[in-house]
């Protein structure tokens, strides 16, 4: 995990990851009054690189009779514009109270960025869902705790289609709308992953086949019930063709399970679109 982190501060530089810490600062702001609450209010947060300038406007902006707790990061400053919940008694509390409280920030700052750091590695730019990375790491703690679970591989139907027609601004619409839509369906019971261009793959937690066809039932019900609106107003039909496998019945590795679920999604598109196909070959959600 830490050379990955590594990895990712390499990819993604420096003002990338500053830039989501200005979109941020809200989230940033409640963190922190939760860890001062007892020490002070936090009233603003403000990521410059012009002190003296900033510090001043937010001054008159808040009214704050305290000089604001400086914080470096990033070639940066992040400037914390407090009120005080107690007085200081004097000026070596003054002092020690500044310590703890910059100290403070600084573990905050740091969680901050590790977990938007975790978020890079393990989520998918375009849908925000989980990818391919996490999908593997997920899937390799299953098989060592032997945990039973359904894979379900979803392919876009005609998304090439859709493509050639409206372009490809509206193919990755699209691919996120069917994001937002399975999300919206699927309920509590799964992970969701992009696989990796219109294909996403599902993993039920021991459920049993008779939840996991009823999710899918739905989640297929629900997409040809709900074209999407392009913003010109062209209404595009939505549907999802589905491969199903389980482990420990279909698979005892990754490879093979994968390998299945994508045969059988294979074989749904193949055999009409718009349901989903069994390792036993059953089939469902036909369209008439």
């Not at 299945?260 to 469902?284: C, I, P, V, W, Y």
């Amino acid at each position: 995990m830490i050379l990955l982190k590594k990895m990712v501060v390499m990819m993604f530089d420096q003002k990338i990851i500053v830039e989501k810490l200005v979109s941020s600062l809200p989230k940033l702001q409640m963190r922190l009054k939760e860890q001062l609450g007892s020490l002070i209010h936090v009233k603003a947060l403000t990521l410059t690189e012009d002190i003296d300038h900033d510090a001043s406007k937010v001054y008159k902006n808040i009214q704050s009779k305290n000089a604001p707790v400086i914080v470096p990061w990033r070639g940066k400053y992040l400037l914390i514009h407090y009120a005080l919940l107690t007085p200081w008694d004097d000026q070596q509390q003054q002092g020690l109270g500044l310590v703890l409280i910059n100290q403070i920030i600084k573990n905050v700052l740091l969680e901050w960025e590790n977990d938007y750091l975790e978020m890079m590695i393990y989520q998918d730019d375009l849908t925000n869902v989980f990818n391919y990375r996490r999908l593997f790491e997920d899937l390799e703690s299953h098989l060592q705790d032997n945990r039973v679970f359904t894979l379900a591989f979803f392919d876009i139907d005609d998304l090439k289609k859709i493509n050639e027609q409206h372009g490809h601004f509206v193919g990755s619409k699209i691919i996120k709308f069917i994001a937002q839509k399975l999300h919206a369906e699927l309920g509590k019971t799964y992970h969701l992953y992009r696989y990796g261009g219109d294909e996403f793959v599902c993993l039920f937690d021991q459920l049993s086949s008779s939840q996991v066809n009823s999710a899918l039932d739905k989640v297929i019900d629900a997409l040809e019930n709900e074209p999407y609106l392009t913003d010109q107003g062209i209404s595009i039909p939505m549907g999802i063709s589905v491969g199903v496998a389980q482990f420990p019945k279909d698979g005892k590795t990754m490879k093979e399970i994968i390998d299945l679920a994508d045969q059988m999604m294979f074989h749904a598109k193949k055999n009409g679109k718009r349901k989903f196909l069994e390792s036993d070959s059953s089939t469902h959600k036909k369209v008439a």
